[in-house]
């Protein structure tokens, strides 16, 4: 089965520090990788997505990520955080074809201001 | 953007009713929807897969007779939680998609569910 896994439950770091938060996927074929953020209260939103070409995104609020096929990565990073980026983050997968998407465990990011 | 949105907000009901919980794409016809689970302090669990005018997919684990999945329409899918029970307390979510093509899916704000 496939699976999603985020290395770090929770990370805390000060305002203007750099953020990278760890994803891995389980090999299977062709995957579409995902970033989920959802701050305190809200619902889940997108904040960067792959399907193909350019290995590295960017997404909204600042956030990039890397694909990297040979380490079945896809880690988030941010050069400089804001106490608003206090969130929970999910990295996800979906496979193949179909939409369904695997959820690594979300980690907790807080941002002391 | 895509919004989805869910009624209600929250419901508390006593042990051994049933909770309908709606979910409903407002500006985007979504051939398909998800449902997941949320426990506190934990990742999103997918429950079911629904594609408009067929039958769902559950998961593995998931009781089909329990939690009921209707997606009648492109804009609208339900989750009825029958005979429910304390265990079944949980923040479900929904999400959708636009289907094959359109693999993102814009997720609900969610329904918190007390069984009491």
């Known amino acids: 089965a496939q699976s999603v896994s985020q290395h770090n439950h929770h990370v805390i770091l000060s305002e203007a520090a750099s953020l990278e938060l760890g994803c891995n996927y389980s090999?299977?074929?062709?995957?579409?990788l995902f970033w989920y953020v959802q701050y305190p209260g809200q619902h889940l939103q997108l904040l960067l997505k792959?399907?193909?070409?350019?290995?590295l995104v960017k997404g909204i609020k600042g956030f990039e990520a890397e694909f990297i096929k040979s380490k079945f990565s896809f880690n988030l990073r941010k050069p400089s955080v804001q106490w608003s980026d206090t969130a929970e983050y999910f990295c996800?997968?979906?496979?193949?074809?179909?939409?369904?998407?695997?959820f690594g465990g979300g980690t907790r990011v807080l941002v002391k201001p | 953007g895509a919004v989805v949105s869910q009624h209600p907000s929250r419901v508390i009901c006593k042990s051994g009713t049933s909770v309908k919980i709606e979910c409903r794409s407002l500006?985007?016809?979504?051939?398909?929807m998800f449902w997941y689970r949320q426990f506190p302090k934990q990742s999103l669990m997918l429950m079911a897969t629904?594609?408009?005018?067929?039958?769902?997919?559950?998961e593995q684990g998931v009781e089909k007779d329990k939690f009921l999945i209707n997606h009648a329409s492109l804009t609208l899918s339900t989750l009825t939680v029958t005979s429910a029970h304390p265990e079944d307390s949980s923040f479900y979510i929904c999400?959708?998609?636009?289907?094959?093509?359109?693999?993102?899916?814009?997720f609900g704000p969610g329904t918190r569910l007390t069984v009491t």
């Open positions: 792959y399907f193909s070409g350019d290995p």
């Open positions: 629904s594609n408009e005018g067929s039958k769902a997919t559950y």
């Open positions: 999400s959708a998609s636009g289907g094959q093509g359109k693999p993102e899916q814009y």
């Open positions: 500006d985007f016809q979504a051939t398909t």
């Open positions: 090999y299977g074929g062709t995957v579409n």
């Open positions: 996800a997968a979906s496979y193949g074809a179909g939409n369904k998407l695997t």
